[in-house]
């Protein structure tokens, strides 16, 4: 993951020297969450990545995920085709139905009730839009009437569905081509690939490809980890440690190696890495020493 939140109120977020370093590491893509108001300090992820689109020429960009249902599905098409421009055949679309801090659809203008529909619709128009479509959706829940939009991206973005649920894991068979999962065990994570498997015959659709979101700090004094490892869960999710750390990584990079290695096993084809250290960048020049040795272990 890219920072654009600030979980530790540190000021603004080292968002562009963050992408940078990923790019120069080697690193195959960068990632944004989103929120409108949040327990953080949070930049907007489409802007985030616009800016980040202008200082990288290789790095992917991904939203990790986009809160859909609170945002008008035209203005965002737009957001991302103007993200598409600036970085052609670089962007992937994550979304996801939110829902934890029900203030924020309230200030978006949207109600937090019946939002997975209220997804499954949005999905629908933002894809037409960005494929250079003109949309003439009736609703039920989201009508929406708009012209094509320009200018239109040079290939349409992956659309990737976040989300635990069976719902979520079902709504990636049948609309994406990836699964954004997060805060799982491997076990878990194994159960739902054989269920998208499963999915993608039912819809006549390939198989998704299983992403798996992993938080991380690669450490060699675990008790320093776990007390940044508190810090950020405090200052990111207003929770005690307790709630997320089963699912949490804190070690040195072969004990990172070997969860990441669980995962892959269970089924998960890529990772999002999502640093807990207070020294963010000094994570991703350790997070290359991991992958080089989940890469080795083949």
Known sequence: MLPNFDPL???????????????????????????LTFHPPVLEPCGALAAVAAVTQRLVLGTGVLLLPMR????????????????????????GVGGENPAEFEAAGYPVAQRGRRLDEAIGVVDALLRGEAVDHPGPLLPVRSPKLEPVPSSRPPLVVGGRSAHAVRRAARLAEGWFAVWLEPERVRRAVEDLRAHAQEFHRPVCTTVMLVFVHVTDNAETGRGELERFVAGQYGLPVEAIERWCVIGSEDRVADALARYRDAGAEAFVMMPTAVDVLGQYERLAGVRARLAATV
Do not use: C, M, Y
């Not at 109120?9 to 370093?21: E, I």
């Not at 203005?75 to 992937?92: E, F, N, S």
């Open 9 to 35: 109120r540190l000021g603004t977020p080292p968002l562009l020297a963050a992408a940078r370093l990923a790019e120069d590491l080697g690193f195959d893509s960068g990632w944004v969450g989103d929120h």
């Open 72 to 95: 008008n599905p035209v203005w965002t098409a737009k957001q991302l085709g103007t993200v598409a421009a600036l970085a052609p055949d670089r962007l992937i679309v994550g979304v």
